[in-house]
């Protein structure tokens, strides 16, 4: 009797953990990758409108087959919003996931790898090697590029994307910012060791919130750096429109703005093919 009683415990007990590895969330053991060659990643950083703080569907929790995220864990698992990690409570829908939607429904033949590593309220200066970011208790350069070597392992680096400077957008900051953007992207773009593309999303365009002389100041130094920088694009904001505190991109704003970085970045690999 007592071995009949063991014997159904321990296939009550089977039987529940084969119902947990039936839930759980797929991650880098369960997540079928591609070649190296056939994946390809693509780094998001900079502040929160990178980050995303748009209102979260339904929608933006349905996964895309070959639309992966790297997690905070530093695993691969299906990329569904919100996929950044620097303010967990208030992290929402950014351009990232529909950027590589679209690049992946272009795409058929590879995988898109999305890095997040963008953290909000990160003025530049924390994008320095060392920088610290007081609010979040972070590195962000130190910490992305921690993550893009450790994600490079499985793909290739194939782009940056880079929205920030809102916290740059005071009189002595704005000044070096030009600057200190070309230190940032080129020491990025060093570390993927892939000649990544460079496509700079521009600052939100709210009539509520009208851009003061160093905001303006930023802009100017976004468009000029696209323009120096070989193999990188400034990608416009006109149209995009706030959520109710007018300073990030409301969930529709955010994804039409993926869309423009997708657009940016096709452009871009055009123009490399035809010069070929």
Not at 67 to 83: F, I, K, S
């Amino acid at each position: 009797m007592l071995n009949r009683f063991f014997v159904a415990l321990g296939l009550l007990f089977c039987a529940q953990i084969c119902a947990a590895e039936q839930n759980a969330e797929p991650n880098a053991s369960t997540v079928e990758l591609p070649a190296k060659d056939s994946f390809h990643l693509f780094v998001l950083a900079g502040q929160s409108n990178m980050a995303g703080r748009g209102e979260v569907t339904d929608l933006d929790r349905e996964p895309h087959q070959r639309v992966l995220m790297w997690t905070a864990d530093g695993e691969w698992r299906p990329a569904v919003d919100p996929m950044h990690f620097d303010k967990p409570k208030i992290a929402g829908v950014g351009p990232g996931r529909a950027f590589g939607i679209r690049l992946a429904e272009a795409s058929p033949d590879i995988t898109i790898g999305l890095i997040p590593c963008a953290v909000g309220g990160s003025p530049i200066e924390c994008w320095e090697p060392g920088g610290f970011h007081q609010s979040t208790q972070t590195h962000p350069y130190d910490d992305a590029v921690e993550r893009i070597r450790a994600a490079a392992k499985h793909g290739t680096i194939k782009g940056i994307l880079w929205h920030q400077g809102e916290g740059d957008s005071t009189p002595k900051r704005s000044r070096q910012y030009h600057e200190n953007l070309l230190g940032v992207l080129n020491r990025l773009r060093n570390e993927c060791q892939s000649d990544p593309v460079i496509l700079i999303g521009q600052l939100g365009q709210f009539p509520e919130r009208p851009w003061n002389e160093s905001r303006k100041r930023v802009d100017q130094a976004h468009q000029a750096v696209a323009n120096e920088l070989p193999n990188a694009a400034f990608v416009k904001s006109d149209g995009l429109l706030p959520k109710a505190d007018n300073t990030h991109f409301n969930r529709d704003s955010a994804i039409e703005l993926g869309n423009r970085f997708y657009e940016a970045y096709r452009q871009l690999r055009e123009t490399a093919q035809g010069d070929q």
